[in-house]
T-cell receptor
Framework: KAGVTQTPRYLIKTRGQQVTLSCSPI?????VSWYQQTPGQGLQFLFE???????NKGNFPGRFSGRQFSNSRSEMNVSTLELGDSALYLC???????????FGPGTRLLVL | AQKVTQAQTEISVVEKEDVTLDCVYE???????LFWYKQPPSGELVFLIR??????QNEISGRYSWNFQKSTSSFNFTITASQVVDSAVYFC??????????????FGTGTRLKVLA
């Protein structure tokens, strides 16, 4: 079974731009979560989607948004990028919210 | 407050040594899950183990073993006869109910393990 895939793997943007990251979960997994990882803040939860519904959201500003499609693929969007948004964004999937999460390789975003 | 503490920021060992990574958690829930993940330089977090709060049996998987003690709120991870390929950042995580029907994962800050040849 293929693992979680994330695209793109690397991204460079400038302040003020917006960005969309994509995550394809493991086949059969319907729950997708997003995390931001930075050296200073560590791994922080962004949001969780299950059956196209956002079930859970972390403490991030409204510039961070996401959605999930009927095929369970998910996207997250960051608008008006700031330098502090530079991070590794990790997506994790699980069959359901109660089961173990499996992570993708992440998207490294650099904001200049 | 719910949190996960990994006090060891970085550990260096020589190949074939045993090493224990510490994890201490705080939660007010009676039902929760604990996890260990490995993050190699490639960035992907690799799932190692999940343990629920009602199962205090220690577990061994090859060179890996885990010691869960509710009395001390600890879930420590030991690698026996370490190898260079074990070099990575290891994260301990706590999953608990956020609001009914949803869960929240709280990750520790990670321990960077360097195994020297």
């Amino acid at each position: 079974k293929a693992g979680v895939t994330q695209t793109p793997r690397y991204l460079i943007k400038t302040r003020g731009q917006q960005v969309t990251l994509s995550c394809s979960p493991i086949s059969g997994h319907r729950s997708v979560s997003w995390y931001q990882q930075t050296p200073g803040q560590g791994l922080q939860f962004l949001f969780e989607y299950f059956s196209e519904t956002q079930r859970n959201k972390g403490n991030f500003p409204g510039r961070f948004s996401g959605r999930q499609f009927s095929n369970s693929r998910s996207e997250m969007n960051v608008s008006t990028l700031e330098l502090g948004d530079s991070a590794l964004y990790l997506c994790a999937s699980s069959p359901s919210p109660t089961e173990t999460q499996y992570f993708g390789p992440g998207t490294r975003l650099l904001v200049l | 407050a719910q949190k996960v503490t990994q006090a060891q920021t970085e550990i260096s060992v020589v190949e074939k040594e045993d090493v224990t990574l510490d994890c201490v958690y705080e939660t007010r829930d009676t039902t929760y899950y604990l996890f260990w993940y490995k993050q190699p330089p490639s960035g992907e977090l690799v799932f190692l183990i999940r343990r629920n709060s009602f199962d205090e049996q220690n577990e061994i998987s090859g060179r890996y073993s885990w010691n869960f003690q509710k009395s001390t709120s600890s879930f420590n991870f030991t690698i026996t006869a370490s190898q260079v390929v074990d070099s990575a950042v290891y994260f301990c995580a706590l999953r608990q109910v956020y609001v009914p029907g949803t869960y929240k994962y709280i990750f520790g800050t990670g321990t960077r393990l360097k195994v020297l040849a």
